[in-house]
């Protein structure tokens, strides 16, 4: 039996998931880089000297398309990719000078537009927003791994 409350709460988080583009084809863009590689580098901007393995583990990737994803941030100058002194086979991945200066680009208009996104949520609400995102956010991490059928994410 479906629930009412299941099926408005998925109407929802389909809509906001291509409101932010999150179902982007590779060429879209976010700053000049794609969407993918903007979450790239706001991950490696919040968790510096992270290796492959974590930060593919944070955004729910494959290595191999995150591998493929560095290559072209590390060739544009983005992203520096180094083996750890006292294991080499460990990759730490970090943002250039460059790359520091595209995670502030980035940041600056993700702030920009959920301001503007806000300043449309009356005032009273604002905070009543933020929490419901936080408890859904919160109940989505305590059932990973527990999701049924072949559309969840883990």
Do not use: W
């Amino acid at each position: 039996m479906r629930s009412i409350e299941a099926i408005e709460i998925r109407e929802i988080l389909q809509q906001l998931v291509r409101d932010f583009g999150l179902l982007q084809r590779e060429g879209s863009e976010c700053c000049g880089i794609t969407v993918l590689q903007s979450h790239i580098i706001y991950e490696l901007d919040k968790n510096p000297r992270i290796s492959l393995i974590d930060l593919a583990e944070k955004l729910s990737m494959d290595t191999g398309m995150l591998s493929r994803q560095i290559n072209k941030l590390v060739e544009l100058g983005y992203v520096s990719r180094t083996s750890d002194p006292n294991d080499r086979r460990y990759v730490v991945l970090s943002l250039t000078e460059k790359g520091q200066v595209k995670a502030i680009e980035i940041s600056d208009q993700m702030i920009q537009y959920i301001g503007q996104i806000l300043g449309l949520i009356s005032p009273d609400k604002k905070d009543q927003v933020i929490d419901s995102l936080q408890i859904l956010l919160s109940a989505m991490k305590k059932n990973e791994g527990s999701g049924l059928g072949c559309c969840t994410t883990k």
